[in-house]
């Protein structure tokens, strides 16, 4: 089993790593999806993979049985990269609902050439809303 | 019982303003009396910490190793303090008529939120509780960097998600290595179990936690996602963040400092990159005219001296560590309302464009007189004194090049200050005088230079708690006790059947 994992992880983590060094914002999503998911997978196989649940009884013999814990782990592992993942689809949509291309580009510098009225809005919280 | 309630209380907080919407006003009051109450917790806390008590929690009375528990021994007071005056201070400076109604009424249950998850990274004893604390204080931070809704701000927050979900990424992997070494992912537990473990797959952990939390921490070279997002910001919000938010990836390397010590290769990395922090640091600052971009990567600066003295990994270097940090939080942070003051009598935040006649007056001139020779380590500032530390704590341990880095990082330091000096309170452009200008209140400027003169002149108390809190850390036999045998019940006995 753990040879197949291996593979596993590799082959998520590579895909992964490939995507996010791209500009586009969808396919950085998906990068960082499949590199989560090669990490749990890594996370997975820390503990013993096991035939058993983890519930002892006598006809289950203690080597049989599955480590709780990392599955504990990746669990809470998966919901919390599923609702990053939502933020940035989310972020995307309203990026590609007002006309601009979902795209990873630094926030532009301030080169002092934006007229006095449009800087005091931003610092006053009246800035338009993008 | 007192880590319980300084716990849930901003996380109710938070709930509650968010669910009523009160009105700016009520909003602001509701949120300043909450603030002041978690001052006093943390105060109560930080008192009991200084005696020596590590105060547990097990959560569900599951004990360790079995459940999760949460600690704080002296460190995690003194950051659990520092957040909650930062708190305090950064909802003082955010006023709904001058910062906006929007932003404050959107910030304030946010900026609970943030305290939840940061009080929790700081007090929690499992490494795993850690992860989960991360998130939800970048979740957090993300909604407050949005918080203008302005092209620019929506653009400082994706490449900052995608930066910080990596490092997250890394550290979980990390985590997992870990846990199938040791058997545990406690902070406690952990040193004496990985001591034996087999040297290579230990060290990709600990690089792998590293990487995570030296992104965090905005060092170099991962540093470059916060001096593009930090310009961003809300002022106030800007002063919280640049206060504690690099501080938590540097209170998560104290806390696995115990681990980090067990390879050598590691910690001397870590010097290096905390030398080449302080120095590429200070000269991106000084390259740069936009005064809250300067003023970012001056935190990569001096996160810098924080690394490298507790990658010394003695007693004196963490000492300096910790006390720098306290040092460095108030500074920053008064620096940054300071930059709100020259942005918004100037209306820009470009220094070039800047005019004395209007940045002039008594209280901001003293203001960020103190604040920046604080910052450059002027006596008799705390800046000095943690300076002085942190020197001290590299000449002892004889890491001759990372204290030349430091020595010369220090020098630029003076020098980036004073082009901030020099432009925004000196220089007279062509141009005639523009509108009258909009002016925040003083009093929380005030109070935080209150503040750092108190830390300058009673550094004393201060830095004999930093260090016994760093003795502590490096002994670790107290908190891996008070841990290990939570609320100091004794073991119950094996039942005889």
């Not at chain 1, 949509?93 to 449009?118: N, S």
């Not at chain 2, 681990?259 to 922090?277: E, H, K, T, Y």
């Not at chain 2, 300071?338 to 004395?356: G, I, K, T, W, Y």
Request: contains cysteine; glycine residues 8%.
């Amino acid at each position: 089993m753990l040879p197949v994992v291996a593979v596993a992880v590799f082959l998520l983590v590579t895909a992964g790593v490939y995507l996010l060094l791209h500009r586009s914002l969808l396919r950085v999503a998906l990068g960082l999806t499949c590199l989560s998911h090669g990490v749990n997978f890594l996370v997975l196989s820390a503990g013993r993979w096991g035939s058993q649940a983890p519930i002892v009884t006598d006809s289950v013999r203690a080597g049989d049985i599955a480590d709780p814990v990392p599955q504990a782990f990746v669990l809470t592992a998966i919901v919390i990269s599923m609702a990053f993942t939502l933020y940035l689809l989310a972020g995307m949509a309203v990026q590609t609902l007002r006309g601009g291309i979902p795209k990873l580009v630094p926030a532009p510098e301030d080169d002092g050439a934006l007229p006095a009225e449009a800087i005091l809005a931003e610092l006053e919280g009246r800035g338009e809303e993008a | 019982m007192s880590l319980v309630v300084l716990f849930v209380l901003p996380g109710l907080m938070a709930l509650v303003l968010w669910l009523t919407r009160p009105s700016p006003r009520v909003s602001r009051a509701i949120s300043l009396t909450a603030a002041v109450a978690l001052v006093a917790l943390a105060v109560r806390l930080i008192t009991t910490a200084a005696d020596g008590v590590v105060l547990v929690h097990a959560f569900g009375g599951w004990r360790p190793p079995f459940g999760i528990a949460f600690a704080a021994d002296r460190l995690s007071a003194i950051f659990v303090a520092l957040h909650a005056v930062l708190l305090l201070l950064s909802l003082l400076a955010l006023r709904p008529e001058i910062h906006g109604e929007r932003v404050a009424q959107r910030a304030h249950p946010l900026l609970f939120m943030l305290t939840f998850g940061l009080f929790g990274s700081f007090l929690t004893a499992d490494l795993f509780n850690l992860f989960v604390m991360f998130e939800l204080v970048l979740i957090t931070s993300y909604l407050l960097i949005q918080i203008p809704g302005t092209r620019r701000s929506l653009a400082g927050t994706l490449p900052t998600i995608v930066v910080n979900l990596v490092a997250s990424t890394l550290f979980l992997a990390g985590l997992g290595i870990l846990y199938a070494l040791g058997g545990s992912v406690n902070a406690a537990e952990l040193p004496g179990e990985l001591a034996q473990a087999p040297e290579t797959l230990r060290r990709v952990a600990l690089t792998l936690l590293v990487l995570a939390f030296a992104t965090k921490a905005a060092l170099v070279p991962l540093c470059f996602w916060m001096p593009a997002t930090y310009p961003t910001l809300s002022a106030p919000l800007a002063a919280l963040f640049a206060g504690i938010m690099t501080k938590l990836g540097v209170y998560a390397l104290l806390r696995i400092l115990p681990l980090l010590v067990l390879d050598p290769w590691i910690v001397r990395a870590l010097v290096w990159a905390g030398g080449l922090s302080a120095l590429l640091g200070v000269l991106a600052a000084l390259s740069q005219y936009e005064v809250r971009r300067l003023l970012s990567f001056h935190s990569v600066s001096q996160v810098g001296y924080l690394v490298l003295a507790l990658a010394l990994a003695t007693p004196a270097g963490v000492a300096a560590a910790i006390f720098f940090a306290v040092h460095h939080s108030l500074v920053k942070s008064t620096l940054y309302l300071v930059a709100d003051e020259l942005e918004r009598r100037n209306a820009s935040r470009d220094l070039r464009r800047m005019d004395f006649r209007i940045a002039v007056s008594l209280p901001l001139t003293s203001c960020f007189i103190v604040a920046a020779f604080s910052l450059s380590g002027l006596p008799p500032l705390s800046g000095f004194v943690g300076k002085l530390g942190v020197f001290a704590a590299a000449y002892a341990s004889e890491a001759w090049i990372g204290l030349t880095l430091l020595v010369l990082a220090s020098v630029f330091t003076l020098a980036s200050m004073l082009k901030i000096w020099r432009f925004a309170f000196q220089q007279v452009p062509s141009q005639p005088l523009g509108p009258a200008p909009t002016r925040s209140g003083a009093m929380p400027l005030v109070a935080a230079i209150l503040l750092i003169l108190t830390l300058g002149f009673g550094a004393g108390p201060v830095y004999d708690y930093s260090a016994a809190a760093a003795n502590a850390l490096l002994d670790g036999g107290a908190y891996r006790d008070a841990v290990l045998l939570a609320d100091g019940r004794p073991a119950p006995a094996p039942r005889v059947n």
